[in-house]
């Protein structure tokens, strides 16, 4: 990847900022575009500003763009300054449930941003790779429908062929997706189209769950990161409905930027792909509850809720063989206790850091 001109939007959050320094330590010249919108959706526990200071220290050759993506002719702007190699996009409205207090301001930023940023690719440099961050909840509740069975701390798949989880052949449409995965779901069916209708180079990772230490947790998003710091910090924690037996999958965010850099150096065009920690890294909410309680030493003050977030999966595994099969180098190299131990460390280097202040 040296020399190449990558791009990245949502440089500030959490899987951008590992792409950031990912590419960086490349010897790539990256540019972030990041208006830390987290901190208007989620308010200050959102803000990014510490992660994009982070960065700004730590990086070689990396240049922040203060820009809006729902601002076109910004974007155009940006487009006709560099000629990226590179483009992955990761700024997005990422709250299933936020997204049902701000409708237009979600689609705008999650589908119209990707349609500039695609566009801009297009009449720009049309021969750049371009990766959408996209969302297992273009699913909608359809995973739902897989029989299930109840286990003492989580559900599972009933059936053997679904032991892997789920495929990219799971339907999107006539299905409860959330406003939110109804916004991904029109940014995920467009990247597609600018990779099938005009040829381009482009490939939507459709994550489960992301997580990692760069993650700016807040309750409606970063359900690990926001769990540890509920722990630590002796706050109550609300679970909604399936009992607390819901099932997610885990991926570290330097996972989700390797499977990038692995599409990247042998792209292909207009594919789709689940992105996520797979079974290994599964976790019910009780079961996670447990083990950072462990790891913590400290007891999570939680509630139990007895309705489920609407169209919330009760199990939902990402099969990670399409991806495997095209890129056989790619395999997932942080489990889910280094995970844990990652988020742990850095929460607790914050709070001490808030506690000497
Ligand atoms: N984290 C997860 O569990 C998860 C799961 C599935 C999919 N995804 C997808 O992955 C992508 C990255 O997620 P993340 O967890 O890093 O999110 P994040 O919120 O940590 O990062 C997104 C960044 O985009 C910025 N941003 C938002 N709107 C913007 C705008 N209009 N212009 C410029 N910047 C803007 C925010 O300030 C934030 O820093 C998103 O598309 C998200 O939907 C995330």
């Given at each position: 990847?040296?020399s190449?001109?990558?791009?990245?939007?949502?440089s500030?959050?959490?899987?951008?900022?590992?792409?950031?320094?990912?590419?960086?330590?490349?010897?790539?010249?990256?540019?972030?575009?990041?208006?830390?919108?987290?901190?208007?959706?989620?308010g200050?526990?959102?803000?990014?500003?510490?992660?994009?200071?982070?960065?700004r220290?730590?990086?070689?050759?990396?240049?922040?763009?203060?820009?809006?993506?729902?601002?076109?002719?910004?974007?155009?702007?940006?487009?006709?300054?560099?000629?990226?190699?590179?483009?992955?996009?990761?700024?997005?409205?990422?709250?299933?449930d936020?997204?049902?207090?701000?409708?237009?301001?979600?689609?705008?930023v999650?589908?119209?941003?990707?349609?500039?940023?695609?566009?801009?690719t297009?009449?720009?440099?049309?021969?750049?790779?371009?990766?959408?961050?996209?969302?297992?909840?273009?699913?909608?509740?359809?995973?739902?429908?897989?029989p299930?069975?109840?286990?003492?701390?989580?559900?599972?798949?009933?059936?053997?062929?679904?032991?892997?989880?789920?495929?990219?052949?799971?339907?999107?449409?006539?299905?409860?997706?959330?406003?939110?995965?109804?916004?991904?779901?029109?940014?995920?069916?467009?990247?597609?189209?600018?990779?099938?209708?005009?040829?381009?180079?482009?490939?939507?990772?459709?994550g489960?769950c992301l997580?990692?230490?760069?993650?700016?947790?807040?309750?409606?998003?970063?359900?690990?990161?926001?769990?540890?710091?509920?722990?630590?910090?002796?706050?109550?924690?609300s679970?909604?409905?399936?009992?607390?037996?819901?099932?997610?999958?885990?991926?570290?965010?330097?996972?989700?930027?390797?499977?990038?850099?692995?599409?990247?150096?042998?792209?292909r065009?207009?594919?789709?792909?689940n992105?996520?920690?797979?079974?290994?890294?599964?976790?019910?909410?009780?079961?996670a509850?447990?083990?950072?309680?462990?790891?913590?030493?400290?007891?999570?003050?939680?509630?139990?809720?007895?309705?489920?977030?609407?169209?919330?999966?009760?199990?939902?595994?990402?099969?990670?063989?399409?991806?495997?099969?095209?890129?056989?180098?790619w395999?997932?190299?942080?489990?889910?206790?280094?995970?844990?131990?990652?988020?742990?460390?850095?929460?607790?280097?914050?709070?001490?850091?808030?506690?000497?202040?």
């Open positions: 990847m040296a190449k001109t990558v791009l990245v939007t949502g500030s959050g959490l899987i951008g900022s590992e792409a950031v320094e990912h590419f960086d330590r490349q010897g790539c010249e990256v540019h972030g575009v990041d208006n830390n919108m987290r901190r208007i959706f989620f200050d526990p959102g803000d990014t500003t510490w992660n994009l200071d982070r960065l220290r730590d990086t070689n050759n990396f240049t922040h763009h203060d820009l809006d993506i729902r601002d076109r002719i910004a974007m155009e702007t940006l487009f006709r300054s560099y000629r990226f190699d590179l483009i992955i996009h990761c700024a997005a409205q990422p709250s299933h936020k997204a049902r207090d701000i409708p237009i301001l979600d689609f705008e999650n589908a119209l941003g990707t349609v500039n940023l695609l566009e801009a297009r009449l720009h440099c049309p021969e750049a790779v371009f990766i959408l961050l996209s969302t297992n909840k273009v699913y909608g509740d359809a995973p739902n429908e897989i299930l069975k109840e286990l003492e701390t989580r559900w599972d798949y009933a059936r053997p062929e679904d032991y892997n989880g789920i495929t990219e052949s799971c339907r999107i449409d006539r299905t409860l997706h959330s406003l939110f995965g109804a916004s991904k779901a029109s940014a995920d069916l467009m990247a597609q189209e600018y990779g099938r209708y005009f040829g381009m180079k482009v490939c939507v990772l459709r489960g997580t990692g230490p760069s993650h700016s947790g807040v309750e409606l998003h970063g359900f690990l990161s926001y769990l540890v710091k509920a722990t630590l910090t002796g706050r109550t924690y679970v909604f409905g399936y009992k607390g037996k819901q099932v997610r999958d885990n991926i570290h965010s330097y996972d989700v930027v390797r499977a990038i850099e692995e599409f990247a150096a042998n792209p065009r207009g594919e789709v792909y992105m996520g920690g797979g079974r290994e890294n599964s976790i019910s909410m009780i079961e509850i447990d083990r950072i309680g462990r790891m913590t030493r400290k007891e999570l003050n939680w509630r139990y809720v007895d309705e489920s977030r609407k169209g919330d999966h009760i199990c939902y595994i990402s099969d990670l063989s399409k991806f495997r099969s095209h890129y056989p180098h395999r997932i190299t942080r489990s889910l206790d280094t995970i844990l131990e990652e988020i742990i460390a850095a929460q607790s280097r914050l709070q001490t850091a808030s506690s000497g202040s």
